[in-house]
């Protein structure tokens, strides 16, 4: 009996083992990367999620862009913001002037220059429901300020100072886009804030009023 018992065990205790052996190609490599995790999310309807819609520049922040025509780089930094019902002894027939200053510097061996707007190009602003504001509505032509009111040619390696002035109506005018189309018809978009910002805000409400 004691001959059997002890056949019987080393038989189970082998069997036990082959298990135990066979099982080992069962486990994850764990070199290799999990299948269910590297294949893409679907958005439920058997497609690959879209990528999210392209934000604004934050305001401040400076562009690379295409000089008119297609010739040479400007860098443009829209740098202060003013809103103000009256400027340069005009009333905004809409509500409010936008006055908004960037900062063109040439970036390459030529000069550049903002397109015209009679073109297309230049400077938009969007409001809030998407309804687009071009440069030259109420009275927005007849504010000027003499340090900002460079028009000439970017030469290389200089900058200018330059404006844009927007009549809005309140609702347009808060929580609005700045839009800028250059010279290969790229659009550039800045957030904007909605009370005066920038380093220049005195030195523009100055020129405002006189």
């Not at 504010?143 to 900002?148: A, E, F, H, K, S």
């Not at 460079?150 to 005018?173: C, E, I």
């Amino acid at each position: 009996m004691r001959v059997r018992t002890t056949v019987v065990s080393a038989a189970l205790l082998l069997a036990a083992l082959t298990a135990c052996g066979g099982g080992g190609s069962d486990k994850a490599d764990p070199k290799q990367p999990d299948k269910a995790s590297a294949q893409p999310q679907s958005d439920g309807d058997g497609q690959e999620p879209s990528a999210a819609p392209e934000k604004g520049l934050a305001f401040g922040k400076p562009a690379q862009t295409t000089g008119d025509g297609g010739t040479g780089v400007l860098e443009i930094t829209p740098d202060t913001v003013v809103f103000t019902k009256e400027a340069s002894s005009e009333t905004a027939a809409n509500g409010v002037f936008v006055v908004i200053t960037m900062k063109d510097k040439a970036m390459t061996a030529v000069a550049a220059d903002e397109p015209a707007p009679i073109g297309g190009g230049g400077w938009k602003w969007m409001a809030p429901d998407g309804e687009m504001v071009g440069f030259d509505t109420g009275n927005s032509s007849n504010v000027t300020m003499d340090r900002y009111n460079n028009a000439d040619p970017v030469q290389p390696g200089s900058y200018q100072w330059r404006s844009q002035v927007f009549d809005l109506t309140s609702a347009q005018a808060k929580g609005g886009t700045l839009i800028y189309i250059d010279g290969a018809e790229k659009a550039f978009r800045w957030e904007m804030p909605s009370t005066d910002t920038g380093p220049n805000v005195a030195e523009v409400k100055k020129q405002l009023a006189s």
